[in-house]
C-alpha cells in the first residue's frame, strides 16, 4: 500500500530532466539531461579530460548543482 501511495504521489510531480532542454536564445544546456549529454559528447571529442567533466557534472548537476531542477 506504502509504495504505491509513494508512486502515485511521484507521478503527479512530473520530472524535469525526462527530455534535454536547451535554453532558446543561448543553446546552453538548462537542464541535467542536457547537460550530462554536452559533457559527454565534449569528454569523447577530447576537449575536457575525464577529472575536468566529472567536476563540471558535480558542479552543475550533483547533489548542490546549479542547475538540478531548473526547468520548474
Known sequence: MI????ALALTGCGDP???PIYG????????????VQVAID????HKYTA????????RNCG??????GLTK
Open 24 to 35: 532558446k536564445e543561448s543553446g546552453l544546456p538548462v537542464n541535467c539531461r542536457a547537460y
Open 42 to 45: 565534449a569528454y569523447r571529442a
Open 51 to 58: 577529472e575536468e567533466t566529472m567536476n563540471g557534472l558535480e
Open 17 to 19: 530532466n525526462s527530455e
Open 63 to 68: 547533489l548542490f548543482g546549479g542547475i538540478w
Open 3 to 6: 509504495p504505491a501511495i509513494a
